[in-house]
T-cell receptor, first 115, second 118 residues
């Protein structure tokens, strides 16, 4: 089954404790990206990647790191989480360029709480 | 930078009615995609419909259709014969295609919470 898998689904942590949210896709997609969703703000892009070893900042990259060492994986790293990073996070992937009837596939989301 | 505006934070209609969700965007680009995503309480992001900017014909997908007005930078979603399962957050999104084949990521609006009343 074609899917984007994020782990964990829920995470509670404390300020300053490094964490990684994993994202993996099994569709050989070139394009992968991370978003955060906050009430009243919609989804905002953190980072995206067009291919292996190619990453670009989105609209809200501060406090986050990513890597794309393999095509299928795109982990999101919070080196020193802070309470303002409490949010719902989504990973997404798609082929590129988008052909007719193709779309972004989203993971199921990771609810992160930083205390 | 692109911006996407959804001017209706919440809407409520009766089951079986038709409802239109508005979306406007601001861009100087000519080559881009537009999307409507649905997010039910499960938080899953579900693609409802997509439109390529170069296509003049409005996209349709069963009960869902769009009114794409490129000059006005408007991309509204019409849901016909609304059903209880249509209750969800709806997000409008824009993706620019870069010259040379790359792309920027999706820029989302803030969402419209649609409630279908029985």
């Amino acid at each position: 089954e074609a899917q984007v898998t994020q782990n964990p689904r829920y995470l509670i942590t404390v300020t300053g404790k490094k964490l990684t949210v994993t994202c993996s896709q099994n569709m050989n997609h070139e394009y992968m990206s991370w978003y955060r969703q906050d009430p009243g703000l919609g989804l905002r892009q953190i980072y995206y990647s067009m291919n292996v070893e190619v990453t670009d900042k989105g609209d809200v990259p501060e406090g986050y790191k990513v890597s794309r060492k393999e095509k299928r994986n795109f982990p999101l790293i919070l080196e020193s989480p802070s309470p303002n990073q409490t949010s719902l996070y989504f990973c997404a992937s798609s082929p590129w360029p988008l052909a007719t009837n193709e779309k972004l596939f989203f993971g199921s989301g990771t609810q992160l709480s930083v205390l | 930078a692109q911006t996407v505006t959804q001017s209706q934070p919440e809407m409520s209609v009766q089951e079986a009615e038709t409802v239109t969700l508005s979306c406007t965007y601001d861009t100087s680009e000519n080559n881009y995609y537009l999307f409507w995503y649905k997010q039910p309480p499960s938080r899953q992001m579900i693609l409802v419909i997509r439109q390529e900017a170069y296509k003049q014909q409005n996209a349709t997908e069963n009960r869902f259709s769009v009114n794409f007005q490129k000059a006005a930078k408007s991309f509204s979603l019409k849901i016909s014969d609304s059903q209880l399962g249509d209750t969800a957050m709806y997000f409008c999104a824009f993706m620019k295609r870069r010259a040379g084949g790359g792309a920027d990521g999706l820029t989302f609006g803030k969402g419209t919470h649609l409630i279908i009343q029985p």
